[in-house]
């Protein structure tokens, strides 16, 4: 969720610049200010803040045992839909502008980890099947 606020701080105009790493491989700000970067006219810095909230509470649901099955199935869901939106931007930035944004970057390698950590958060209280298991879900 970090490398999303500045990003949506930059949408806002609250902040002037959105600072890269050195490169040219760089252009957070052509990025994040691009047509792309606003579905429905909203900056999808804050629909991504707004996502990983929702995230954020199914898991902490799961995590103090008050889900039950329908929560725990929509928190794999979740996850799995979070996970694929965070690689298919990922490539499309690339496919369509030739550059990355280093704090989208950032937000995909941690949405890859809020992935594999919920997915090991489950699969330890016995919500996912193992590797050892024919199916991804129990």
Known sequence: MGPLVPVALFQLRLLNKLPDPPGS??????????????????????????????????LLA?????????????????????????????????RSFGTICSWCMATAAATGAMVYFGYGAMRSRGSVASEDDNSAFS
């Open 25 to 58: 491989v760089f252009d957070s700000a052509k990025i994040t200010t691009s047509k792309d970067a606003f579905p429905l006219g909203i900056p999808d810095g804050l629909l991504g803040l707004g996502s990983y909230g929702a995230t954020l509470l199914l």
């Open 62 to 94: 799961v995590e103090a045992g008050a889900a039950s099955g329908g929560l725990e199935t929509a928190l794999k869901a979740k996850l799995l839909m979070d996970g694929s939106i965070a690689g298919w931007n990922a490539a499309k930035q690339w």
